[in-house]
């Protein structure tokens, strides 16, 4: 059998973090997801124990602050200790929420089987199996207020560096950073190619919250995201990867969906309504649809209503939106929408526009001359095309009609469009 290696690679836990935006619409709502962190962490560990897998790795940003709450501290600790009853190590480094400084003066003594990456140069460990050597790990932890600005937090760290610390040779090397790669050039970038060719088998990133690899088919860099959304932003199943590295075979990572609650947006058509309690059905028919695809308990989710409708001068109303809002959350306990966005078109009557008489009326009166003579306008679009020397499409002749009725409405619309905003 080839020899591999399975390991969870988590990172952005942000234990702590206070959903500030949140408790000013709905205190209940940030309580809710203020125990939405420490469940996501727990299924973490039960995750890795459950699934047996050879280590954890946690790539920063464990807390959300640096100086966290004795309740977030603990909890925290506390899985770290049933990691450690069930022979499972955890490599860690920390992150710009989470500096070096407040784990070596405050959070207290890791237990055994944790390590964390030092700050001030790189750091490098074995993982053994059966005492011999799996896999050598690389890392450095979130830079601190003396470090160079312009240091490259991944220097230093490859399969040879990893070799050389460690003493021994081993099938696999992975390395471990906090970093902004070449997505936030402010938080200790590094340049992904580089990465890659420093011979480690994977890297295992923490800082940008949404989940990511280099290649699907072969992941060698990889951000595992956050493992709950904290807020609309970060929208979407969160959660951490399970990493499978094999002798000779690609890589591969399966995404573990951990958040209970998942932030969603959601455009909903609203064109086919006849009465507002048709708009709110379609708004909790679209709601169920996206919460069975979400992988989660409960749904906070933003809602922007769009389409053409009669209805419009009724949506417009700051008053009918509020108590349509406050209806959906009524509804179903565990949906909460946090905004109702108006965003449909009134339906406009073509004859009204041709009797206003004003520029639409103009177009409106050119088209329908167009539409009676399809010769004239074929002729005419040949020889638009001959000036560029190439030939009328077929189907063009074909349906010139359909596109003749296309073209009027969306120079409607966006006449339309260009008086409403
Ligand atoms: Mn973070």
Not at 32 to 57: M, S
Not at 175 to 188: F, I, N, Q, S
Not at 314 to 343: T, V, W
């Amino acid at each position: 059998m080839k020899t591999r290696v399975t390991f969870i690679h988590a990172a952005d836990l942000h234990l702590g973090a206070p959903f500030r935006g949140l408790r000013a619409l709905s205190p209940a709502w940030a309580d809710r997801l203020l125990t939405a962190i420490p469940e996501a962490y727990d299924r973490l560990i039960d995750t890795a124990i459950d699934h047996d897998v050879d280590f954890v790795i946690m790539a920063g940003d464990m807390f959300d602050m640096a100086e966290p709450s004795y309740a977030d501290y603990a909890h925290f600790f506390d899985g770290l200790h049933r990691l450690e009853s069930a022979h499972i190590p955890v490599y860690m480094c920390a992150g710009n929420h989470d500096p070096y400084v407040s784990w070596r003066n405050d959070f207290g003594d890791l237990p055994d089987n944790a390590y964390m990456f030092p700050a001030d140069r790189p750091g490098f460990i074995t993982y053994e199996r059966h005492g011999r050597p799996l896999v050598l790990l690389g890392g450095r932890s979130y830079f601190n207020q003396s470090t160079p600005v312009d240091e490259d937090i991944a220097r230093g760290i490859s399969r040879v560096a990893a070799e050389r610390a460690c003493g021994v040779h081993a099938p696999f090397s992975v390395g471990v950073l906090h970093t902004g790669l070449d997505l936030d050039p402010k938080k200790a970038p590094t340049d992904p190619h580089q990465l890659r060719a420093t011979n480690m088998d994977y890297w295992a990133l923490g800082h940008i919250h949404k989940r990511q690899v280099d290649d699907p088919h072969d992941p060698h860099v990889a951000f595992s995201g956050c493992i709950q959304g904290r807020d609309i932003k970060e929208t979407g199943a969160r959660g951490c990867y399970e990493v499978t590295l094999t002798q000779d075979a690609p890589n591969m990572v399966n995404f573990i969906s951990l958040a209970s609650v998942v932030w969603q947006k959601t455009n909903v058509d609203v064109s086919h309504c006849g009465t507002l309690a048709e708009v709110h059905d379609a708004i909790m028919g679209d709601l169920f649809r996206l919460n069975g695809k979400a992988q989660c308990e409960d749904m906070v989710e933003r809602v922007t209503l769009t389409g053409k409708t009669d209805l419009h001068h009724l949506l417009r109303q700051p008053e009918i939106i509020d108590d349509m809002r406050r209806k959906i959350n009524n509804g179903y306990p565990s949906f909460f929408c946090d905004a109702l966005i108006d965003n449909t078109r009134p339906n406009i009557s073509k004859k009204s526009l041709k009797n206003e008489g004003l520029f639409p009326a103009t177009l409106l009166r050119q088209s329908s001359g167009e539409r009676d003579d399809p010769e004239g306008s074929i002729t005419w679009l040949q020889d638009r095309f001959l000036e560029e020397e190439l030939s009328l499409p077929r189907s063009y002749e074909r349906n010139i009609e359909t596109m003749q009725r296309r073209a009027e409405t969306i120079v409607l619309d966006l006449l339309e469009g260009g008086d409403d905003r």
